[in-house]
């Protein structure tokens, strides 16, 4: 986190872009513009500028050694993909420039903030940005494809797997739709998953509501008060998968989906009384 890392202020390092560049006019006005498009891209990406100014002045006080790294940023400002990034149109962002952009954005914080101040921007700057759930995604979906495509070809060349005659091609047919039925109902098991998690998370909210609602709290100190509320998600995702698998070996039980409509219905049945 913050050390003892010198510092320049934006101004300087406009003033050096602006003299490296050859640009002509009024500079007032170039520092103006070129300042505001920072502040932008910080915004958008979920980083509050403010966390950049300096305590005594107006003007905003940047780790020296990533001087270049704003200069980069302010240069990429009406490149497509930041663009993008500035409607928050994440889901369209190259995955690789979203990751420079997060990447170079975390480098100026780490040697800006103290570690509270950090921890909260970056939460926030992730959690806008989606990147976490965009890199996993596809992560997953890569890893997904090299599997199935690992797994089709050792079908095709079915005898280098298997030791004795080889297989028809109706064995092989077979055994590719038994593949296709295994990873539609690892889907199925995975939404159903998802749906009894958010249920969860949404009646574990919805509690924490109903209770800051009864001891008065206003809606900004409920606010700053949730996320202590929330159980770790780690925690929350295997609770989700025990509750599916009990579900699965109760006799005569109701279903995963009557399950969910009874949890939904206890989530409305709080919304309902703060509502009075």
Same mark, same amino acid.
């Given at each position: ?73 302010? %240069? ?16 369209? /962002? ?9 990447? %170079? ?161 206890? /989530? ?9």
């Amino acid at each position: 986190m913050k050390n003892q890392e010198t510092y320049i202020s934006l101004y300087n390092i406009i003033k050096e872009a602006y003299e490296e560049n050859n640009k002509e006019g009024h500079f007032e006005n170039y520092y103006n513009k070129e300042k505001d498009k920072f502040k932008d891209i910080l915004t958008c990406i979920g980083v509050d500028p403010k966390t950049l100014k300096e305590l005594d002045s107006e003007g905003f006080g940047i780790p020296s050694s990533e001087k270049n790294v704003v200069k980069k940023l302010i %240069s990429q400002y009406t490149e497509k993909n930041m663009k993008f990034i500035r409607k928050q149109d994440f889901k369209n /962002v190259s995955l690789d420039f979203l990751k420079e952009v997060i990447s %170079s954005v975390e480098s100026i914080l780490r040697k800006k903030l103290e570690k509270d101040k950090y921890t909260k921007e970056i939460n926030r700057m992730l959690t806008v940005s989606t990147y976490p759930v965009s890199e996993s995604v596809e992560d997953i979906k890569k890893q997904a494809l090299d599997i199935i495509i690992d797994d089709i070809e050792k079908l095709q060349g079915i005898e280098n797997v298997f030791k004795g005659p080889n297989l028809s091609f109706v064995d092989k047919v077979n055994l590719l739709n038994y593949y296709k039925l295994l990873l539609q109902s690892t889907s199925k098991q995975w939404n159903t998953v998802v749906d009894i998690f958010v249920e969860n998370r949404q009646e574990e909210i919805y509690n924490s509501v109903e209770s800051d609602y009864k001891e008065g709290l206003s809606e900004e100190e409920a606010e700053k008060k949730f996320p202590e509320f929330v159980k770790d998600s780690i925690f929350a995702l295997k609770e989700a998968i025990k509750e599916y698998e009990d579900e699965l070996e109760r006799p005569n039980s109701t279903t995963v989906s009557e399950l969910k409509d009874e949890k939904l219905k206890k /989530v409305k049945e709080a919304i309902d009384k703060i509502k009075i």
